[in-house]
């Protein structure tokens, strides 16, 4: 059974880093494709960064520059660095697979907020 666990939100201040991770279990991630996600109080879920299995990397406009998506093969963990955070970065982050079949698979999200 695959399974998406994310920790690492919090709050911090405008301008400040976190490191946002998705442990997987039940998958390999080595070879999938993995997305993040967020959602703000009454917006839609949007989308944020992707990493596919072959390293190649995907990012909304939004974080470009800012955000980075990473993957330990090791850990079977993907990670998301979030640097020179902004207060619309506020959310809940949420990573996905999406299983051959077309399965969506969701972690639980974890809390970002950002504000002084």
């Known amino acids: 059974q695959v399974q998406l666990v994310e920790s690492g939100g919090g709050l911090v201040q405008p301008g400040g880093s976190l490191r946002l991770s998705c442990a997987a279990f039940?998958?390999?991630?080595?070879?999938?494709?993995m997305g993040w996600y967020r959602q703000a109080p009454g917006k839609q879920r949007e989308f944020v960064a992707a990493?596919?299995?072959?390293?190649?990397?995907n990012y909304a406009d939004t974080v470009k520059g800012r955000f980075t998506v990473s993957r330990d093969n090791d850990k079977n963990t993907v990670y998301l660095q979030m640097n020179s955070l902004k207060p619309e970065d506020t959310a809940v982050y949420y990573c996905?697979?999406?299983?051959?079949?077309?399965?969506?698979?969701w972690g639980q999200g974890t809390q970002v907020t950002v504000s002084s």
């Open positions: 990493i596919t299995g072959g390293g190649s990397t």
């Open positions: 996905k697979y999406n299983s051959v079949s077309g399965r969506e698979y």
């Open positions: 039940g998958i390999v991630l080595r070879t999938k494709t």
